[in-house]
């Protein structure tokens, strides 16, 4: 009754045209801001257009993980299947040993590629000349900015048998190692090369938080007697918990989901043993054995299994630290 | 917040002034070794580069010794022409060009509009239109949902708009820019419409104009993100001609390391030569970047900044 009411009115508001419309206490229905801000959601039509077709239809499009997909039928499948893929991959073998290698590999990037920006901020911030500094920061940050293809390529030159690398292990006297052929190699190549490429740039939000610290803590601090290490151990890390903690939670997000294109150009066969991981396997099996249903299955396996990572992170630091994303 | 950032003093010279008399030895000690430790950093990361540059310009045969590490031995420029004269490569730089252009008028396009409409506190229904971008950035299609709506629904196999279109929308980029435009007050909004300006007029007009830094980021991060993307038209396209030129790369490496040095021994000489034109290839497609780099270096750290400080 009141909605009609008020519709009634805003009717009458519209038509009359010169008279200044009151404050608007009456309440602001989708009619009404419609008519008023149409071009300001004539903005929005593309963007939505895009998220409903390439972010949620893929997302719906999940569901062929429970149904039987046939290329050229439906793309949401076409009869169901239950959990039946998601039992062919538990119980297969070669799940699990990918499985684990993503484990592996995503928890040595996380204990390695975590720490280290913080500490290379707390390096840079002891710097007293800003010309040294900002050398440093522009150098750091270079191999963020290059093609995962040519990281992989650099890889490639400096582990060859007449690559950098063993260069220095036939000057120090031992013979040339073919690394990329080695599976016990593939782990440390790896995490190398995320370091190289990522440290430098992660400094970023640290440097950041650490100009947003209150100067006169560290007076304080020097007064009480406080020295160089006792300031950055009780000032300089709490200053930077809250960033700390924001990007370790996305960072556990990421866990399950480890380097995919870099893992997928530096694997080879003679080294899947310790080199392949989820999304790969799942980029061999599901696109170039076409095996849609089976792929998606464990596709969806491990954005669940990523969900429920940052989720309970978030909880459980929020709880812990009172600091979290949302 | 922007203006916060800008206007810090800076804080570590302060700090440090104050400090430079009373050092201790220990911190003196520190000091040095802090500076060197980072100066090895710096060398180490930019090692790959150089050395790089020093294969591509050695002969294969001082390559294959094992000898090439900073300075180029048996000095050429044979493989900068073969490879310049390949017009496959040609086809491709120019293919990368051409998405990376395509790809960024798109992004920026949803980007911007999408960002000033979700930035306005009167629009309703504002936390859904962000609840709605910010879900996709913790759960998503997967690999596969994604191939057959690309590959099988919309039929982009073969398609430049499999390569431009799919990755138009970064939600860090869309907070970034929504967290700019907050900045912009709605008084501004009213006073422009008593003008005559609608809102059309008021984005093109008044908004944009005002946001050349943070539009001059936002295109670097996508720009940068195109140039460098293989995995997108490594997947859905088969044409040669229509690769970018990182896949040009890829299949290079791939053709030289990946068989090659599994099959070892017999070859050699080709691993080699693949050895010289891959370092070349590398090198002119990130030369782009490197180029640029310097001068650009700092919108992308503001532009990351920006992001964090309301995120």
């Given at each position: 009754m009141s909605m009609t009411k008020a519709r009634v009115a805003e009717v009458a508001v519209g038509g009359v045209e010169p008279t200044p419309a009151p404050p608007p206490v009456r309440a602001n229905t989708w009619r009404r801001a419609l008519r008023r801000d149409w071009r300001l959601y004539s903005f929005l039509v593309a963007p939505v257009l895009f998220l409903l077709v390439f972010r949620y239809l893929p997302m719906a499009g999940n569901i062929i993980a429970f149904r039987r997909f046939r290329p050229g039928s439906s793309i949401f499948g076409d009869e169901w299947v239950g959990f039946y893929y998601f039992e062919a991959f538990i119980n297969n073998q070669a799940f699990w040993s990918v499985f684990w290698n993503t484990v592996i590999l995503g928890a040595l990037t996380l204990l390695i590629c975590f720490p280290l920006p913080i500490v290379l901020a707390l390096m840079l911030n002891e710097l007293r000349s800003r010309r040294f500094k900002r050398v440093v920061q522009t150098i750091s940050y270079l191999p963020h900015f290059l093609s995962i293809v040519i990281v992989a390529g650099i890889v490639f030159q400096l582990t060859s048998l007449d690559g950098t690398i063993n260069q220095i292990v036939r000057a120090a006297g031992g013979d040339a190692i073919p690394f990329m052929q080695l599976p016990e190699w593939f782990r440390t190549v790896y995490v190398s090369s995320e370091v190289w490429q990522t440290v430098g740039w992660g400094t970023i939000l640290y440097l950041a938080a650490l100009t947003t610290i209150d100067e006169q803590l560290y007076e304080a601090a020097r007064i009480d007697g406080a020295n160089r290490w006792q300031q950055t151990w009780h000032i300089t890390l709490p200053g930077i918990r809250p960033t700390m903690v924001v990007l370790l939670i996305l960072n556990i997000g990421s866990f399950m989901a480890v380097g995919f294109e870099k893992v997928l150009l530096l694997q080879n066969p003679l080294i899947y043993s310790t080199g392949d991981v989820i999304s790969t396997y799942l980029y061999r099996v599901g696109i170039q054995s076409a095996q849609f249903s089976y792929g998606t299955a464990i596709g969806l396996f491990e954005a669940v299994i990523g969900l429920v990572l940052v989720l309970s992170a978030n909880v459980v630091s929020r709880r812990l630290v009172g600091a979290s994303l949302w | 917040m922007v203006t916060d950032l800008a206007k810090t003093p800076d804080i570590v010279a302060v700090r440090t002034a104050g400090g430079t008399v009373k050092d201790s030895t220990g911190y003196r000690v520190f000091r040095v070794v802090n500076a060197t430790v980072l100066t090895v950093i710096c060398l180490v990361t930019l090692y790959p580069f150089v050395n790089l540059v020093a294969k591509s310009f050695s002969s294969e045969g001082q390559i294959a010794a094992g000898n090439v590490n900073l300075i180029p031995r048996g000095f050429n420029t044979t493989t900068f022409q073969a490879?310049?004269?390949?017009?496959?490569?040609?086809?491709?730089?120019?293919?990368?060009?051409?998405?990376?252009?395509?790809?960024?008028?798109?992004?920026?396009?949803?980007?911007?509009?999408?960002?000033?409409?979700?930035?306005?506190?009167?629009?309703?229904?504002?936390?859904?239109?962000?609840?709605?971008?910010?879900?996709?950035?913790?759960?998503?299609?997967?690999?596969?949902?994604?191939?057959i709506l690309v590959a099988n629904f919309l039929g982009w196999r073969n398609s430049m708009w499999a390569v431009v279109v799919p990755g138009a929308l970064s939600i860090f980029n869309l907070l970034v820019m929504k967290s700019f435009f907050e900045n912009f007050p709605t008084e501004l909004e009213e006073a422009a419409t008593i003008d005559g300006l609608t809102t059309y007029g008021v984005f093109a007009r008044i908004v944009l104009p005002l946001s050349k830094a943070v539009i001059a980021t936002m295109t670097l991060f996508y720009a940068v993100g195109l140039w460098n993307s293989w995995f997108s038209a490594f997947l859905y396209l088969d044409d040669k001609d229509l690769f970018p030129v990182t896949v040009y790369l890829r299949n290079l490496i791939a053709a030289a390391t990946g068989s090659q040095e599994v099959t070892g021994g017999a070859g050699a000489d080709a691993v080699q030569i693949g050895a010289n034109i891959q370092a070349v290839t590398m090198l002119l497609t990130v030369l782009p970047i490197i180029c640029l780099y310097p001068f650009l270096q700092r919108y992308f750290v503001s532009g990351v900044m920006l992001g964090s400080v309301k995120g």
């Amino acid at each position: 009754m009141s909605m009609t009411k008020a519709r009634v009115a805003e009717v009458a508001v519209g038509g009359v045209e010169p008279t200044p419309a009151p404050p608007p206490v009456r309440a602001n229905t989708w009619r009404r801001a419609l008519r008023r801000d149409w071009r300001l959601y004539s903005f929005l039509v593309a963007p939505v257009l895009f998220l409903l077709v390439f972010r949620y239809l893929p997302m719906a499009g999940n569901i062929i993980a429970f149904r039987r997909f046939r290329p050229g039928s439906s793309i949401f499948g076409d009869e169901w299947v239950g959990f039946y893929y998601f039992e062919a991959f538990i119980n297969n073998q070669a799940f699990w040993s990918v499985f684990w290698n993503t484990v592996i590999l995503g928890a040595l990037t996380l204990l390695i590629c975590f720490p280290l920006p913080i500490v290379l901020a707390l390096m840079l911030n002891e710097l007293r000349s800003r010309r040294f500094k900002r050398v440093v920061q522009t150098i750091s940050y270079l191999p963020h900015f290059l093609s995962i293809v040519i990281v992989a390529g650099i890889v490639f030159q400096l582990t060859s048998l007449d690559g950098t690398i063993n260069q220095i292990v036939r000057a120090a006297g031992g013979d040339a190692i073919p690394f990329m052929q080695l599976p016990e190699w593939f782990r440390t190549v790896y995490v190398s090369s995320e370091v190289w490429q990522t440290v430098g740039w992660g400094t970023i939000l640290y440097l950041a938080a650490l100009t947003t610290i209150d100067e006169q803590l560290y007076e304080a601090a020097r007064i009480d007697g406080a020295n160089r290490w006792q300031q950055t151990w009780h000032i300089t890390l709490p200053g930077i918990r809250p960033t700390m903690v924001v990007l370790l939670i996305l960072n556990i997000g990421s866990f399950m989901a480890v380097g995919f294109e870099k893992v997928l150009l530096l694997q080879n066969p003679l080294i899947y043993s310790t080199g392949d991981v989820i999304s790969t396997y799942l980029y061999r099996v599901g696109i170039q054995s076409a095996q849609f249903s089976y792929g998606t299955a464990i596709g969806l396996f491990e954005a669940v299994i990523g969900l429920v990572l940052v989720l309970s992170a978030n909880v459980v630091s929020r709880r812990l630290v009172g600091a979290s994303l949302w | 917040m922007v203006t916060d950032l800008a206007k810090t003093p800076d804080i570590v010279a302060v700090r440090t002034a104050g400090g430079t008399v009373k050092d201790s030895t220990g911190y003196r000690v520190f000091r040095v070794v802090n500076a060197t430790v980072l100066t090895v950093i710096c060398l180490v990361t930019l090692y790959p580069f150089v050395n790089l540059v020093a294969k591509s310009f050695s002969s294969e045969g001082q390559i294959a010794a094992g000898n090439v590490n900073l300075i180029p031995r048996g000095f050429n420029t044979t493989t900068f022409q073969a490879v310049m004269s390949d017009p496959m490569f040609w086809t491709n730089y120019k293919n990368t060009v051409v998405y990376t252009v395509v790809g960024t008028v798109i992004a920026m396009a949803i980007t911007s509009t999408y960002a000033y409409a979700i930035s306005r506190p009167y629009l309703k229904g504002r936390m859904f239109f962000i609840g709605i971008a910010v879900f996709t950035m913790f759960f998503g299609g997967g690999l596969i949902p994604n191939y057959i709506l690309v590959a099988n629904f919309l039929g982009w196999r073969n398609s430049m708009w499999a390569v431009v279109v799919p990755g138009a929308l970064s939600i860090f980029n869309l907070l970034v820019m929504k967290s700019f435009f907050e900045n912009f007050p709605t008084e501004l909004e009213e006073a422009a419409t008593i003008d005559g300006l609608t809102t059309y007029g008021v984005f093109a007009r008044i908004v944009l104009p005002l946001s050349k830094a943070v539009i001059a980021t936002m295109t670097l991060f996508y720009a940068v993100g195109l140039w460098n993307s293989w995995f997108s038209a490594f997947l859905y396209l088969d044409d040669k001609d229509l690769f970018p030129v990182t896949v040009y790369l890829r299949n290079l490496i791939a053709a030289a390391t990946g068989s090659q040095e599994v099959t070892g021994g017999a070859g050699a000489d080709a691993v080699q030569i693949g050895a010289n034109i891959q370092a070349v290839t590398m090198l002119l497609t990130v030369l782009p970047i490197i180029c640029l780099y310097p001068f650009l270096q700092r919108y992308f750290v503001s532009g990351v900044m920006l992001g964090s400080v309301k995120g």
